[in-house]
């Protein structure tokens, strides 16, 4: 059974920064592309971030290019999101995903989702 389970998250001041960690069970982790989407109340589900099972690709949504960081090690099977500058507006529940082949930025297009981490980022 596969498991994502993220932490990390948090409320944080505007400027401030957090680092959310996913830890993968359940499958080999290092042939699996790792993500991490968002999604407020209400609204869908958004790419955030994403990396190759290799590490040496990675892909951003625009909101967040040269704030955060996405990054992964293998040995511990566990993916990062590195997340600085802040702003009230990444303000979302914050889920990590796994796929053996998807690197898209629809949520429809990954099989296996964590169950999501708070983070509220205060003005």
């Known amino acids: 059974q596969v498991q994502l389970v993220e932490s990390g998250g948090g409320l944080v001041q505007a400027g401030g920064s957090l680092r959310l960690s996913c830890a993968a069970s359940?499958?080999?982790?290092?042939?699996?592309?790792m993500g991490w989407f968002r999604q407020e109340p209400g609204k869908e589900r958004d790419f955030v971030a994403a990396?190759?099972?290799?590490?040496?690709?990675?892909a951003y949504a625009d909101s967040v290019k040269g704030r955060f960081t996405i990054s992964r090690d293998n040995a511990k099977n566990t993916v990062y999101l590195q997340m600085n500058s802040l702003k009230p507006e990444d303000t979302a529940v914050y889920y990590c995903?796994?796929?053996?082949?998807?690197?898209?930025?629809?949520?429809?297009?990954?099989?296996?989702w964590g169950q999501g981490t708070q983070v509220t980022v205060s003005s």
């Open positions: 995903a796994a796929d053996p082949t998807s690197i898209a930025r629809r949520s429809a297009d990954w099989d296996y």
């Open positions: 359940g499958r080999t982790f290092s042939r699996d592309n």
């Open positions: 990396i190759t099972w290799s590490g040496q690709n990675t």
